[in-house]
Each structure stands twice: as C-alpha cells, then as structure tokens.
C-alpha cells in the first residue's frame, strides 16, 4: 500500500492559499494527494465549502420576521447547497488534481484497491481451480 503520510508539510502562508485555491510547489505534491485523497478527505472538502457560508447564513436569521420564515430562508440556501456539494465533489476534487499536474485517476486508487481486494476474495472464495 503506498504511502499515506507526506513527508513535508506546506507552510501557513502556504496553507492558506492552497485554501482559496492557489496551487502549491511540485515538492508538496504528496501532501496534496494526501489531502484530497487521504483518510478524512470528504470531511476537510465539507468544511473548507461550508464555513464561508456560514456567516451568510447567520445574517439571514437576523431578517427582522416570523421565525419560520427565517429558517426557511437558510434551509432554502443550506440544503441544496449541500447537495451540490457532495453531488460535485468528485469533479471539483479531479479539478484540484489537475490544477496541481496530478493524475486525476488518484482520486479513485482507495476505491480501486478496496473493488480489487473484494474481487479477489471473491474468485478465492467462489472460483476455485478444478
């Protein structure tokens, strides 16, 4: 299995602007392919796109009006923003890959591994030689 954890970490200056969508040196390659591909990946994608709309959110309820329709207002904004969300992870994630000069097949190695490991068991355990 390759290696998950990078060997050098960008710096803060870095960091943030790997966050708003610049790319980082060709040494942090590994750290790029760890983060949008690694363990917890869906989760960083989740927060990195739901914490600028927070704010938004929160000053939709304060719109003087019923309570109802406050909240009615930010789930009409919430929910199918999060749905979008998932729903294009995976391009955005390929879009992120590429804008960095990775192969855009990393995104789906855990998955593969995890379809070929099953297949595998499955031919030792229903396949057997004559």
């Not at 989760?43 to 600028?52: E, G, K, M, N, S």
């Not at 097949?105 to 591994?113: A, E, I, N």
Request: aromatic share 10%; net charge positive; hydrophobic share 40%.
């Amino acid at each position: 299995m390759p290696e998950t954890q990078p060997t050098t970490t960008p710096t803060t200056r870095q960091r943030l602007g790997y966050l708003v969508g610049r790319t980082l040196p060709s040494s942090l390659h590994g750290w790029v392919v760890n983060d949008i591909t690694g363990p917890g990946a869906t989760r960083r994608y989740a927060i990195r796109c739901l914490v600028p709309l927070v704010p938004i959110l929160a000053a939709l309820l304060f719109i003087p009006g019923p309570w109802l329709i406050r909240i009615s207002m930010v789930l009409l904004l919430f929910l199918p923003f999060v749905y979008f969300l998932f729903a294009l992870k995976n391009i955005y994630l390929r879009h992120r890959l590429v804008s960095h000069g990775l192969d855009p097949q990393l995104l789906d190695k855990h998955k593969q591994s995890r379809l070929d490991k099953e297949r595998a068991e499955y031919e030792t355990r229903y396949r057997s030689a004559p």
